[in-house]
């Protein structure tokens, strides 16, 4: 790799001749086939725009020109050549690069990135504030890998265009979010790709522009040229969406031909006002996967470089996304009015099992969060019954939904929240440890977890029969304890109840959900010093078993509530709230996550990096039931 082990940022590539380009795009696509492979990551998106990257570093001075990219795991080249190559065998592992983007990463990291549809809003604010100063360099918004079936750009457009301020956006259009991309906008980017109109009037003009620079010569001229080019080709063609936007369209381009990625955005950047580039890319390019498995290039554990296979994994219980889809796609068959919907991620929130069970009553609305919750609503105001499976983090985007138009409406919608609590490798924007204190905040809602995989099939029947409001179930990005048996064969958990798995005396550990586990290795551990705890799986936190809590501040002098989530607002905030007005010489201590962000790591790290592995519970309780003696006090 000759070429990439001179290139130390950005001024290197643009010190390249135009014939490096490909040969550097080339050897970044194997460095980052090669290093994903030991690390795993988000391996598509990234490899789809390697030369697009390349085009980018050598057209624009980062970082005083800013590049914003949008949904960060397609910057996997950007860390590469903006002098983070050779700690790229650090992806995703503790105190190594991170997954997305971070601004505090490397100064050519313009704006953090972890979730889509970002990018433009972003850098419509950095434009605006380089106007504001009175500074000039160039904005250039990288849009793509499904943001488009988000919101937020649309908005960021109606309000950039109209604003007429000097900024670019690239479309990354490769059809593909995580799942191949849904929707009224997908057919009409690949109308404008395959419109015979478009390709003819480009073809013609071409050739005008060729004509008029050999026979005038004038550079201003050529350049008028190729303007008219564009314009006369969105009179014609579906690019007018975006040029009654206030954009002008330049496109499409192919994104794998870095001649003719530079030659546009060379010209393109010579202009003023909103301009976007329309670059069709191939998700996964080189990846040696076979094409059908292309949802499998978005992110990959680690795999073998040559033929892509995964490399084995130990056996264990199955993933909790896996008892999930398999559970849902079950019930369906008992419930008829049941229907799944997911953001953009069959796959990852575990409903692709559904879809191919039920393809009539699957519904996945793209990257639209907010969309997802209203549409749910709208169903279930009709007598559906609506499942609703997002990523604890991506719920968050669809908060005002969730309040204005499910709860307030005391509708039956359910929501299954994948990826709660620590999220391990992907890191900080993708941490959900907020689910349970925004949804405890939410009138007429249900909070839920479930300690194993019988218990999450039990706590989805009890959904599917409760009908007075909202109801939410969360689980970790882990292994789900226990077997997964026939959802035929589960009976719903009594709505509201606790279970109490250990009975002991004096103090209580009152646990959430996957804290089940590691709250009973605590017990043990305590029972070996002489110290007999109750363990209580706290299924239920809203609303909580008024019954079985009354007992345990009568017969317990201490309770320590443990949650795989932030302690800020969380279940044991609320419930300590409520054993202040009952039972005031009880004493509450909450064990979670304290309130701050959390790295990227394993997520068995990150639980015993805040002390919720089962000797940490113990110390914990340990130093807590000391301070509650009597030679103590």
Not at 131 to 143: I, S, T
Request: charged share 20%.
């Amino acid at each position: 790799m000759a070429l990439l082990d001179s290139i130390a940022g950005p001024a290197d590539v643009r010190r390249l001749s135009k014939d490096q380009l490909q040969p550097l795009a080339d050897e970044v696509r194997r460095r980052l086939i090669e290093v994903v492979s030991q690390t795993g990551g988000h391996i598509g998106a990234g490899l789809g725009v390697v030369e697009l990257t390349v085009a980018l570093c050598y057209c624009f001075d980062s970082p005083r020109d800013r590049i914003v990219w949008d949904v960060g795991h397609q910057g996997y080249p950007w860390k590469i050549l903006t002098g983070r190559n050779d700690r790229l065998p650090t992806l995703r592992q503790p105190a190594g690069l991170s997954g997305f983007l971070r601004r505090d990463e490397s100064p050519h990291d313009q704006f953090g990135a972890g979730h889509a549809g970002t990018g433009l809003s972003a850098a419509f604010g950095i434009a605006t504030a380089r106007d504001l100063k009175g500074e000039q360099f160039k904005v250039v918004a990288v849009v793509g890998d499904g943001a488009l079936t988000c919101g937020l750009p649309y908005e960021a457009m109606n309000n950039a265009g109209h604003s007429g301020r000097d900024v670019i956006m690239v479309l990354n259009d490769n059809g593909m979010s995580i799942a191949p991309n849904v929707g009224a906008i997908n057919k009409y980017l690949g109308s404008i790709i395959a419109s015979p109109i478009t390709v003819r009037i480009r073809e013609r003009m071409k050739g005008l522009i060729e004509s008029v620079s050999h026979v005038v010569g004038g550079q201003k001229l050529v350049d008028f040229a190729k303007t008219m080019e564009e314009s006369i080709k969105n009179f014609w063609s579906p690019g007018m969406l975006f040029e009654e936007l206030g954009f002008r369209y330049f496109g499409p381009i192919d994104g794998h031909n870095i001649a003719q990625m530079v030659q546009t955005l060379e010209i393109v950047k010579t202009l003023r006002g909103p301009r976007v580039v329309h670059v069709i890319t191939e998700k996964g390019k080189g990846f040696p996967l076979p094409h059908p498995d292309t949802e499998k290039y978005h992110a990959r554990a680690p795999y073998d470089p040559v033929t892509g296979e995964l490399r084995p994994v130990k056996a264990g219980p199955p993933q909790w996304t896996a008892v999930f889809g398999e559970a849902l796609g079950q019930l369906a068959g008992e419930y008829p009015k049941l229907v799944a919907i997911t953001a953009a991620m069959p796959s990852g929130t575990g409903t692709g099992v559904f879809q191919k069970k039920w393809p009539d009553r699957f519904f996945d609305v793209g990257i639209a969060e907010a969309h997802a919750v209203t549409f749910a609503a709208g169903l279930a105001t009709q007598g559906i019954r609506p499942v609703v499976a997002i990523y604890s983090t991506f719920l968050q985007r669809a908060y005002d939904s969730i309040i204005h138009d499910v709860a307030i409406q005391r509708l039956p919608v359910l929501f299954c929240l994948d990826r709660a609590g620590m999220v391990g490798e992907d890191g900080q924007t993708h941490m959900g440890l907020y689910d349970i204190a925004y949804l405890l905040a939410v009138p007429n809602m249900t909070v839920t977890a479930p300690k194993d995989s019988a218990e999450l099939i039990g706590l989805l029947r009890c959904a599917l029969e409760h009908a007075d409001g909202p109801f939410s179930i969360r689980y970790p990005r882990d292994r789900a304890p226990g077997e997964a048996p026939p959802a035929a064969e589960v009976a719903p958990i009594p709505y509201g109840t606790w279970e109490i798995l250990r009975k002991g005396r004096e103090c209580a550990l009152l646990a959430v959900g996957a804290m089940c586990q590691p709250a009973v290795a605590a017990a043990e551990l305590l029972a070996a010093d002489g110290l007999d705890v109750t363990v209580v799986n706290c299924r239920f936190m809203k609303p909580m078993d008024r019954e079985l809590l009354d007992g345990l501040v009568r017969d317990h002098r201490l309770l320590v509530t443990v949650e795989d989530g932030t302690v800020t607002n969380g279940f044991g905030a609320q419930l300590a709230g409520l054993v202040a007005t009952v039972a005031p010489e009880v004493r509450v201590g909450l064990l979670g996550a304290p309130d701050r962000t959390y790295e990227h790591a394993p997520r068995a790290q990150q639980l015993a990096d805040v002390g919720l592995t089962g000797s940490a519970i113990a110390a914990r309780v340990r130093a807590l039931a000391a301070e509650e003696s009597p030679a103590h006090s």
